[in-house]
């Protein structure tokens, strides 16, 4: 399950964080996922739960922001959100697109005690 090595990287970058600050605990952790990521909010929540056990982020709260994919067009310099895995420019048909957002996947901040 490729959620738990994530879970596992999100724990280890906020303990980091949060140890840097002198906290003692995490209480919750924002996280930003790209779509084209493919996590499953819910298994990625459990999977963290168990990584985060003994740690100072036990008992943290997982908050999901999932980011939509999003595109510009080479050829008519539209920017525009792509759905359904549809990688063509809805306004002029091209498929010269690039990639701008959705493969992302990191943390936004966390809030610590
Ligand atoms: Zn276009």
Known sequence: MHEMGVAQNILDIAVAAAQKEGAH???????IAGELRGVVPMQLSFCFGIV???????????????????????NCSSDFSVEDYQYVC????????????????RIKDIEIE
Do not use: F, W
């Open 90 to 105: 809805p306004k002029c048909g091209s498929t010269k697109i690039q990639l701008t957002g959705g493969t992302e996947l």
């Open 25 to 31: 605990k995490i209480t919750r952790i924002n996280l």
């Open 52 to 74: 985060a056990k003994d740690t100072i982020a036990s008992g943290a709260y997982l908050n999901i922001e999932e980011m939509p994919v999003t595109a510009h067009c080479e």
